[in-house]
């Protein structure tokens, strides 16, 4: 099947620092490519994969399962913890799931996530009913492009197939009772305004984390997606000052460090978690 316009995967080899880009369901690459596109830019080595079933059509989705779509990024950590000295964790929505499954399992190879707007479950009262109702129902309405910025869109698909939801739900609920077991740095940069998912997962996942070193944005201007929306600006100099103070002293080239903290203008805040 032909790839939705900007669904394709994204790999820049950069410097020592690597940072793996998750993106969400439904949606592609396209809905992160800015944010890994700035990351590159300031010489980082980047991968953003495509995850299985996403980038075509809802109807290749709907024999994909949270497995498929973890053991993809599972790969592409690796690959970047055989090529980088220190390797960061990026994600959006249930990219942000699959960050934090990332942490808990690999622990110490990830110095650190960054998280927009990550999801933790699925908070439609019918969610209870997906185990039947996925062998009635094929698919529901979609929930891509998310945005307030005008003109602003999200390539992503326009119906949600339940078996992947079901799926999506069950994932949800592993990653959940593995959240004591993240103990790295965490920047959790969210939407007041979401109407995918509510301000309520990002507290609960800054609420059960064991990680000390936590930092928390608000993004005021921005829906869903806000990598695409008004504060996406915001969202990459905060992920180069988060990643900036976490690799302060490490012997990687002088230029690529400077280059990383560029844009920011201010130190990261990191609060006790």
Not at 69 to 83: C, G, K, M, P, Q
Not at 118 to 129: G, S, T, Y
């Amino acid at each position: 099947m032909p790839l939705l316009p900007g669904a394709e995967p994204f790999r820049h080899d950069g410097g020592e620092i690597g940072v793996l880009v998750c993106h969400g369901f439904t949606g592609s690459p396209q809905s992160v490519r800015p944010w890994a596109d700035h990351l590159a830019a300031r010489g980082l080595t980047v991968s953003l994969p495509l995850l299985p079933g996403h980038g075509t059509r809802w109807q290749d989705l709907a024999v994909t399962g949270w497995q498929d779509w973890y053991a993809e990024v599972d790969r592409e950590l690796r690959s970047l913890s055989r090529a980088c000295e220190r390797v960061f964790v990026c994600g959006l929505s249930m990219g942000g799931a699959l960050a934090l499954r990332l942490a808990a399992q690999h622990g110490v190879a990830i110095s650190g996530l960054a998280l927009v707007n990550p999801a933790n479950r699925i908070h439609d009262p019918l969610a209870v009913a997906l185990p039947v109702l996925r062998h009635l129902v094929p698919s529901v309405k979609g929930i891509a492009s998310d945005i307030a910025k005008p003109g602003a869109r999200e390539s992503g698909y326009d119906r949600m197939p339940l078996h992947a939801v079901h799926s999506m739900r069950r994932l949800y609920r592993v990653v959940d009772a593995e959240l004591p077991q993240v103990t790295q740095p965490l920047l959790v940069m969210h939407s007041p305004q979401d109407h995918v998912v509510p301000p309520a997962d990002s507290e609960r996942i800054l609420s059960q984390v064991s990680s000390r070193d936590v930092t928390e944005r608000l993004l005021e201007r921005s829906f869903h997606v806000a990598t695409l929306d008004h504060d996406a600006e915001f969202i990459f100099e905060e992920t180069d000052t988060f990643i900036t103070r976490l690799t302060a002293g490490m012997g990687e080239d002088t230029d690529t460090r400077t280059d990383l903290g560029k844009g920011s203008g201010k130190e990261g805040a990191a609060a006790s978690g």
